[in-house]
């Protein structure tokens, strides 16, 4: 079961676009075209400490999506099922 979260503050979400930094070391971006939106894809983490926890976020510039349950390949999976991990609200 996928769940999403909604949480992010405006301090969180100028850090998440620090995260899209592709240059970054291990860093895995992807970008996906659906329904004439550009997402741009990448895992962030979330929380302190124990409560730290990777997230899937899907941003498009005007909203970013996040999933916390994701399989560990989904910088492989094709366009359409990536896009829909964002797309189970």
Avoid: K
């Avoid at 100028?14 to 970054?24: F, I, K, L």
């Amino acid at each position: 079961m996928m769940t999403h979260d909604h949480d992010f503050t405006t301090h969180e979400q100028s850090q998440a676009y620090v995260g899209r930094d592709a240059s970054a070391p291990g860093q895995r971006v992807r970008q996906v075209w659906h329904e004439d939106i550009l997402w741009t894809v990448y895992e962030r983490l979330h929380g302190d400490g124990e409560l730290t926890s990777a997230r899937l976020v899907f941003d498009n510039g005007a909203m970013i999506r996040t999933c916390r349950h994701f399989p560990a390949d989904w910088a492989s999976l094709p366009d359409d099922e990536l896009i829909e991990l964002s797309a189970n609200w």
